[in-house]
């Protein structure tokens, strides 16, 4: 089964992860019946939070997504490598290299010294997130990761900063302010001249279900719809699209969802953000207690939404493919 997912950083990559252990535990027991249905994952990354840091270029949500997927990410974090050291950041702060509030690790570092080498090299995005990608084993995962774009996008944060406005990197906005900096709006650098990595429109359109994690759908998912022709690839798929609410009791598990959706006016509920993605969405799990109202035309789900583990996330990931899969079998019949 061929599986396409808009994902962002921490949510995101463990939804997937999820979603990887289920499709292993389905293939064992279908194995037993000799018809292992092996998983094909294309997962489009954000790159709206990336960030150049002392002449390196970051990608934290792809970084996020190839530690989490293969296994060297720091599990309380969510973000950065596990087992890390800080001798590159300690020093960098000896010498006054600003700035000092986004904790880079020594191992992290690695793979943006290799990533800027290739970049300045030439190379696209999304040629190096395959090389990344090879050296988390993310091919014998069945896992193609591209980024939405090779264009350089940036998202940036217009503060109201005691009165005046001024615009700052998103990573400043969410890592030094916490999100606590009154926001005015996101304004996405690069966006509108975006084109799609190759691969990223075709995963849409060829895909047997299109899955949107719960990751950030503002300044994550909804940065990825922003890149011109993936929206109309989603309106335009003959694959269901299954989304998971990033609010549980109408607030994020973690993150600033509920801060992002204010700021661009949205209701913060399931429902709201369901409306963000209206015009393509078919399926969407909601948390058991949600309040979210029927809606014609979308077919919801309640059920737990807390991805305490990486078993509950399994069970999350196949709840939405079993969706996806009920909504196509309707369709056949339709
Ligand atoms: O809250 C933080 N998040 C940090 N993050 C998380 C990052 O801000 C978020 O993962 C995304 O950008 C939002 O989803 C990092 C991610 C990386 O890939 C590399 C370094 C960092 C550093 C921090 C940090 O110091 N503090």
Same mark, same amino acid.
């Given at each position: 089964m061929r599986i396409t997912a808009l994902a962002g950083g921490v949510g995101g990559a463990r939804?997937?992860?999820?979603?990887?252990?289920?499709?292993?535990?389905?293939a064992a027991a279908a194995e037993g019946r000799g018809a292992a249905d092996h998983l094909e994952l294309t997962v489009i990354g954000n790159t709206g939070d990336d960030i150049t /840091?002392?002449? #390196?270029?970051?990608? =934290?949500?792809?970084? &996020? !997504?190839?530690?989490?997927?293969?296994?060297?990410?720091h599990e309380g974090q969510g973000w950065g490598r596990?087992?890390?050291?800080?001798?590159?950041?300690?020093? /960098?702060?000896? #010498?006054?290299?600003? =700035?000092?509030?986004? &904790? !880079?690790?020594?191992?992290?570092?690695?793979?943006?010294?290799?990533?800027?080498?290739?970049?300045?090299?030439?190379?696209?995005?999304?040629?190096?997130?395959e090389r990344l990608s090879a050296r988390w084993g993310l091919g014998e995962l069945g896992v193609r990761l591209l980024p939405m774009t090779d264009t350089p996008v940036e998202t940036h944060v217009v503060v109201d900063d005691g009165g005046d406005q001024r615009a700052i990197h998103f990573q400043e906005w969410w890592v030094r302010h916490r999100a606590a900096l009154p926001a005015e709006r996101f304004v996405v650098?690069?966006?509108?001249?975006?084109?799609?990595?190759?691969g990223v429109l075709d995963a849409i359109r060829e895909a047997d279900l299109v899955v949107l994690p719960p990751s950030n759908p503002v300044v994550s998912i909804g940065i990825i719809l922003?890149?011109?022709?993936?929206?109309?690839?989603?309106?335009g798929t003959r694959a269901?699209?299954?989304?998971?609410?990033?609010?549980?009791?109408?607030?994020?598990?973690?993150?600033?969802?509920?801060v992002c959706l204010r700021t661009i006016g949205v209701e913060e509920s399931s429902a709201g953000v369901a409306g963000l993605y209206s015009d393509f969405l078919d399926g969407w799990l909601v948390d058991e207690d949600d309040a979210m109202p029927d809606r014609r035309g979308l077919e919801v789900v309640r059920r737990p939404l807390?991805?305490?583990?990486?078993?509950?996330?399994?069970?999350?990931?196949?709840?939405?493919?079993?969706?996806?899969m009920r909504l196509r079998a309707a369709r056949a019949t339709a």
């Open positions: 939804f997937l992860r999820g979603l990887l252990h289920h499709a292993r535990q389905t /840091l002392f002449g #390196l270029r970051v990608c =934290p949500d792809i970084d &996020t !997504l190839l530690y989490t997927l293969g296994g060297g990410i596990a087992d890390e050291t800080h001798h590159l950041a300690e020093e /960098l702060a000896a #010498l006054g290299a600003e =700035p000092q509030w986004f &904790t !880079l690790g020594d191992k992290d570092f690695a793979t943006h010294v290799y990533r800027s080498q290739l970049l300045g090299q030439g190379m696209p995005l999304s040629a190096v997130v650098a690069g966006l509108d001249r975006a084109t799609p990595a190759p922003g890149v011109p022709g993936v929206r109309d690839a989603l309106r269901p699209v299954v989304g998971v609410s990033p609010l549980v009791g109408g607030r994020p598990v973690r993150g600033h969802a509920d807390l991805m305490s583990s990486v078993e509950a996330a399994a069970d999350m990931a196949g709840a939405t493919v079993d969706l996806g």
